[in-house]
Every structure is written in structure tokens, then in C-alpha cells.
């Protein structure tokens, strides 16, 4: 990635120290290639920029680019289309790939303006991880919003910088920017479904976490949510991969498993906490999922 640096103001005091740039050394990218722990995923570049104006180029290079804007407005140059990209906007493009980002700052009383993180990163993950993330995205261009996990990470990911290069804090690093990439994903696929429903997936988990004691109907939870049985189910299955009862029953169990561990009360006790009249089919059912029964689960001390 090549950066342009275009100013016509002078330089910000606070600009200056807040910028930074780290290329990853030769030495260490040819280590990063076959390290077993590293060779999936890893930062070619990276850096973030808070000036008044720049520009980031980038053409027909072997890696994956992310850009991820905190506080920025500018202009995504890409298969010649012009976009607006503003703050809270994510930017991945594909290797192979040539694009031009253009940022222009219009709050200089904001101490964030024109930020923005950038990364460069390769590897076999690398391309699981974009496609994930191209999937949701319109053309590499996504607004995902000033999301202060990910700005953490992406802080910690840039302080390798200050703690050198060592294969420790390489490997810390590279684990860090896969966190990075899986939370984006997470953050889009939960953008996408919000911007296109009005279904509260925390309010029904809230709903089902108050009624673990007793049963909870789909027909009582699609009513809850004003929505059909088969668009509720549909729709609680594409954000958890599971079907609505499904879910409110690995809530039981996962009360079940605390129950036995913090109290002293029955298997039976905890099968009619968790409105189970009949502790035998409880018993079963908790085997099926943990793969031990509640006696085995308590007897082991969870080890």
C-alpha cells in the first residue's frame, strides 16, 4: 500500500504524533510464511492516519486490504465507480485488486477527524475471511459503525510496534488481527439483518433467559415478536444457526450445567427448576448434549 500525503495546511502537532506506519520487516514476513501459528493469517502493513488530507493507493498487489474508518469522509475510487465512504464505514478490498481512497476531513475541531485504520494482511485465512466479509458488503464498502471493540483491537494490533518484533508478540498480533476480521464479520452479518427487520433477537433472548423455568412455545415466541412461526424461525435461525427451541434449550442446559456445579440441589430439583416434570427425560437430554449424563457431569467436577 502506497500513501499520498497531500497538505495545505500546516502540519498538527497531534496529527504527527497520532500517525503511524509499520511494515512488517522481510526477515519476519519469511518467518510468518511457515510458522505453523501464523502462516494462515498475517499483517503485511499497517498503520493509521489522522491528517487533514491524504490519499491511499493500492494496484494490483498479492495481499488483502482493510480500511476501517473512525472519524473520516472521503472518496473510494474502485472498478470505476465513485463512492462516499464517512465514518464508521469498513473498506475491504480483494487482492489483485486497485483502488484509490481519497480522505477530506471537514471537522478539524474534532480531535478523531480523518482517522482511519489500514491493513494489509495474506495467507489462507486471509481469503476464508474476505470472502466472509465481501459476502455482506456492497462491492468491498460497508458501514459497520464506530465500534469500540474493534478500534481496540486494531489499537493493539498497531502497538506492535512499541513492543517489537519478537516472535511472541508477532504471533499475539497475528491472533489479534483473526479476532479483528471475526468480529467485523459478526458486526456485518448483525448490520445487515438490522437494516433489513425489525426483529429483536435480544429482546427474545431476554424473554426465553425469564422463562427457563418453565416451557417456552414457538407459537409464543413468534407471537412475542408480531411475526409469523415460519418468518420468526426462519429469521432466529439465519442470526444463530439454530432453531428458536433449539436455542431455548441449550439455555436450560447451560443453567443446568451451573446449577451442578454451584448447588447441592437434586438432578431432580434442577429438571423441575428448569420445567422438566420428568428428571429420566431431562437426564437423556442433557447426555445428548454435554455427552455425559448429570450425575457424570457433577461427579467429574467439570474437568
Known amino acids: 500500500m502506497k500513501q499520498k500525503i497531500k497538505t495545505t495546511k500546516p502540519a498538527n502537532l497531534n496529527a504527527v504524533i497520532d500517525d503511524i506506519r509499520l511494515l512488517i520487516p522481510v526477515f519476519l514476513l519469511n518467518k510468518l510464511k511457515l510458522h505453523p501459528l501464523t502462516s494462515s493469517l498475517y499483517p503485511i502493513s499497517l498503520g493509521k492516519y489522522s491528517g487533514d488530507y491524504y490519499q491511499i493507493k493500492q494496484k494490483n498487489t498479492e495481499h488483502y486490504c482493510l480500511l476501517y474508518c473512525q472519524a473520516t469522509k472521503g472518496i473510494l475510487d474502485y472498478r470505476n465507480k465513485t463512492r462516499e465512504v464517512i465514518s464508521g464505514d469498513l473498506v475491504i478490498m480483494p487482492a489483485n485488486a486497485s483502488f484509490e481512497f481519497t480522505a477530506t476531513p471537514n471537522d478539524h475541531n474534532n480531535k478523531n477527524a480523518g482517522k482511519v485504520y489500514w491493513l494489509n494482511f495474506k495467507g489462507d ?5 474476505s470472502e466472509r466479509l465481501l459476502m455482506k458488503m456492497d462491492d468491498g464498502l460497508a458501514h459497520v459503525g464506530n465500534v469500540d471493540e474493534v478500534i481496540q483491537d486494531f489499537d493493539n494490533l498497531l502497538a506492535l510496534g512499541s513492543r517489537g518484533y519478537t516472535a511472541t508478540n508477532v504471533i499475539h498480533a497475528v491472533h489479534v488481527l483473526q479476532q479483528a476480521l471475526s468480529f467485523l464479520a459478526l458486526q456485518l452479518r448483525l448490520t445487515d439483518f438490522n437494516s ?47 432453531s428458536p427451541i433449539q436455542h431455548f434449550i441449550n439455555m436450560k442446559i447451560q443453567r443446568a450445567c451451573l446449577q451442578l456445579d454451584n448447588s447441592n440441589e437434586t438432578i431432580k430439583q434442577i429438571a423441575e427448576n428448569l420445567g422438566y416434570g420428568d428428571p429420566y427425560y431431562f437426564s437423556r437430554l442433557f447426555k445428548k448434549m454435554i455427552g455425559m449424563s448429570p450425575k457424570q457431569y457433577r461427579d467429574s467436577g467439570h474437568k
Open 125 to 129: 485465512l486471509a481469503n476464508n475471511f
Open 196 to 242: 433489513s427487520s425489525k426483529f429483536d433477537i435480544d429482546a427474545v433472548e431476554r424473554l426465553m433467559r425469564n422463562n427457563l423455568h418453565q416451557e417456552l412455545s414457538l407459537d409464543t415466541l413468534a407471537h412475542y415478536s408480531q411475526l409469523s412461526k415460519f418468518h420468526f424461525s426462519k429469521k432466529f435461525k439465519e442470526l444463530t444457526d439454530t
